[in-house]
């Protein structure tokens, strides 16, 4: 008789025991007193209507499945609401722990194409969501300056910015995509 | 009146390039309360705390840091609008004051800009520095009553969490906003969830719009069941997830079935004070005001 029942081993190979280590080293430093009440999914906007479980992602994370969790299109499912950072019964900042695995996804190559899309115009205008022809009509028809007073006005504040994101890396964070595994 | 105390206007992104509306009602309305706003000239994008610091959070923080220091250098503190802003900047002002290493890392990132940064200034939202006025003050302004308007009130995630980096001194169950909506005579109607998400934050609507918008429809559906005449926020972010839910939402279904103006705070105060509609950008939403403007003003 056949065994229709999958079994969902953890092979060794997936844990990486160093992941957590770094997790807490970039600040979610309570992650492990887990106690996986689940009060983090239970709360979760997200986790109402898609199969995101903030529980089991805190989990996998606990046991070091690297791969898995930062190559998961679920860790960009948190709306960063901050509702599960503050009923967690152990304080841990759930929602800094999502930001700094999501860090370490996009340092691995993966990153959602409307994401890298708004990055880029990030790089290009100093703004993620720059003006357009119709709202420059606008702001004309309510007596507000044409172009915002912000860097689309200044050449020498956006070189400014543009250069902090060189510095940091993020322009070639951006710009040199990674093969995706 | 009141003392009046000037800010360094930090637009951001969506305000100034979606919504200039919203922006043309905070400028008119914000002086007349004694609140006096100069242009911080050569800002960027905050950048957004769930999506820019998702990808990578030392370009967050010099970024956010960079916004800082020319309201610093500008010998202001800085005001928003928009509560992902004020999220990244609360959250980077925590973060290198705690850590001063991450201010040097910031600071050694500036080399040769001439961005002098101590990390002194404060950033604020334009809803605390009306919460910290004289309420009575407020209401001498005040020529219209804006009576029998139910307004559903919508505050956001990052104006509120983490309540720990926050000035409300609670962690749940506010009522600051409510009180400043009430103050017009309109009443805030009580629905269910008012505390839900937007659903627009943290790249979901930019990557998974069909969840952010489903996100959305759940207080939407919540306040058409108990009927509001507006939803009032105070978020340029989450007023675009309303506003634009709304119309996809119609046109997926084929009949218009979601049709509640969305206004921003000053918007609101800006029609008990006997402002012009129009100049308070009302005839420019996603989401027609008329209904609303009718029952304010009479047909």
């Not at chain 1, 199969?51 to 791969?67: I, Q």
Request: proline share 4%; glycine share 8%.
């Amino acid at each position: 008789m056949t065994d229709n029942i999958s079994r969902e081993t953890i092979h060794n190979e997936a844990i990486d025991p160093d992941f957590i280590d770094a997790i807490v080293d970039a600040g979610a430093d309570r992650i492990r007193t887990c106690i996986q009440c689940g009060t983090c999914s239970s709360v979760c906007p997200s986790g109402r209507r898609t199969a995101f479980r903030t529980r089991e992602l805190m989990r996998k994370a606990l046991l070091g499945l690297k791969d898995e969790v930062l190559s998961s299109p679920d860790l960009w499912l948190c709306a960063t609401c901050l509702t599960c950072l503050e009923r967690c019964p152990r304080q841990i900042k759930v929602t800094d722990a999502i930001i700094i695995m999501r860090n370490m996804a996009v340092a691995e190559g993966y990153m959602l194409p409307q994401h890298r899309k708004s990055s880029k115009k990030l790089l290009e205008t100093g703004h993620a969501v720059p003006i357009d022809d119709a709202n420059r009509e606008i702001r004309k028809n309510l007596g507000l300056k044409e172009i915002p007073p912000t860097v689309h006005s200044s050449d020498e504040a956006l070189a400014d910015v543009q250069k902090i994101m060189e510095r940091t890396g993020f322009k070639k964070l951006i710009e040199e995509e990674k093969e995706e595994k | 009146m009141t003392e009046s105390q000037t800010y360094s206007f930090f637009l951001g992104c969506v305000m100034p390039n979606r919504f200039p509306n919203v922006e043309a009602s905070i400028r008119l309305v914000l002086p007349k309360l004694g609140i006096e706003l100069e242009d911080l000239e050569g800002a960027s994008c905050c950048p957004a705390p769930g999506v820019i610091r998702s990808f990578s959070e030392p370009t967050w923080l010099a970024l956010a840091s960079r916004n800082l220091a020319l309201a610093e250098m500008a010998g202001h503190d800085l005001l928003t609008g928009c509560n992902g802003c004020y999220g990244t900047f609360k959250e980077t002002l925590s973060e290198i004051r705690e850590h001063p290493e991450r201010l040097k890392e910031v600071q050694s990132v500036f080399k040769g800009m001439g961005l002098k940064f101590k990390g002194e200034v404060e950033a604020k939202h334009l809803i605390e520095i009306i919460y910290e006025l004289d309420p009575e003050n407020i209401k001498k302004r005040l020529t219209k009553s804006l009576e029998g308007i139910k307004v559903g009130v919508h505050y956001g995630c990052h104006l509120l969490k983490p309540s720990k980096n926050r000035p409300w001194g609670q962690t749940q169950r506010h009522t600051f906003l409510d009180e400043l909506v009430e103050l017009t005579g309109a009443t805030s109607t009580k629905y269910k969830d008012k505390f839900l998400c937007c659903g627009a934050g943290g790249g979901v609507r930019g990557s998974q719009v069909a969840v952010s918008v489903d996100i959305a429809k759940e207080k939407l559906d919540n306040l058409l069941e108990v009927g509001v005449d507006c939803i009032v926020n105070v978020c340029s972010f989450c007023h675009l997830q309303y506003e634009a839910s709304q119309v996809q939402l119609n046109k997926e279904l084929g009949e218009k079935k979601y049709q509640i103006p969305v206004i921003y705070y000053t918007q609101l105060l800006g029609l008990a004070m006997g402002l012009d509609p129009m100049e308070l950008g009302l005839g420019v939403h996603m989401i027609s005001t008329q209904p609303l403007l009718d029952k304010i003003l009479g047909k």
